[in-house]
């Protein structure tokens, strides 16, 4: 089982719709959770972080957290044709300075 | 406020040669990781600096070493290359060392022939 696992699409979404990317974690220890968008030949570049149970918006981004279900979730409403890129979840393990990323969704927005 | 940079943006080096890759950290940063991230993969921890010392480590092998400078500034290094260390190399810095949040610099690609 993978650390961290997110489905590597692509998911097409028409412009202004919601984009809905998912990953599931498997150390239960984990205690950070992060979202990076990688745009294609570039570095990734952190889009939002959450620590505790519930959601957390910032502008068009909500990100989810459910530590029972092992479950994070980012939200991109009213996305945009600029949204296409690969998503990438992190992870971080309590006491540990090591982030476990994901291998990345594809996003594209369809204008 | 200059971000992270670092050198070179390119290499091409054959199979057996050694290596260095340079990092400079976001200002007001010292905390530094490196990444390997293969084509189509997530970025893989190699490791991470803090006071000058190599604080945790992910699974690679010695051939994969560091520094860490008085000036928060780092280096990357991988002897005997092979074949499958062709990837893109990422320099990430966070401020202090139990901060996770961190900003990647734009990499170096490596290429080994």
């Known amino acids: 089982q993978k650390e961290v696992e997110q489905n590597s699409g692509p998911l097409s979404v028409p412009e202004g719709a919601i984009a809905s990317l998912n990953c599931t974690y498997s150390?239960?220890?984990?205690?950070?959770f992060f979202w990076y968008r990688q745009y294609s030949g570039k570095s990734p570049e952190l889009i939002m972080s959450?620590?505790?149970?519930g959601d957390k918006e910032d502008g068009r981004f909500t990100a989810q957290l459910n530590k029972a279900s092992q479950y994070v979730s980012l939200l991109i409403r009213d996305s945009q044709p600029s949204d296409s890129a690969t998503y990438l979840c992190?992870?971080?393990?309590?006491?540990?300075?090591?982030?476990?990323f994901g291998t990345g969704t594809k996003l594209q927005v369809i204008p | 406020d200059a971000g992270v940079t670092q050198s070179p943006t390119h290499l091409i080096k054959t199979r057996g040669q050694q290596v260095t890759l340079r990092c400079s950290p976001k200002?007001?940063?010292?905390?530094v990781s490196w990444y390997q991230q293969a084509l189509g993969q997530g970025p893989q921890f190699i490791f991470q600096?803090?006071?000058?010392?190599?604080?945790q480590r992910g699974n690679f092998p010695d051939r994969f070493s560091g520094h860490q400078f008085p000036n928060y500034s780092s280096e990357l290094n991988v002897n005997a290359l092979w074949l499958g260390d062709s990837a893109l190399y990422l320099c990430?810095?966070?401020?202090?060392?139990?901060?996770?949040?961190?900003?990647f610099g734009p990499g170096t690609r490596l290429t080994v022939t």
């Open positions: 959450i620590y505790s149970n």
């Open positions: 200002s007001g940063h010292d905390t």
């Open positions: 992190a992870v971080a393990r309590r006491g540990y300075q090591k982030v476990t």
């Open positions: 990430a810095s966070s401020a202090g060392y139990s901060s996770y949040e961190q900003y």
């Open positions: 600096y803090y006071e000058e010392e190599e604080r």
């Open positions: 150390d239960r220890v984990s205690q950070s």
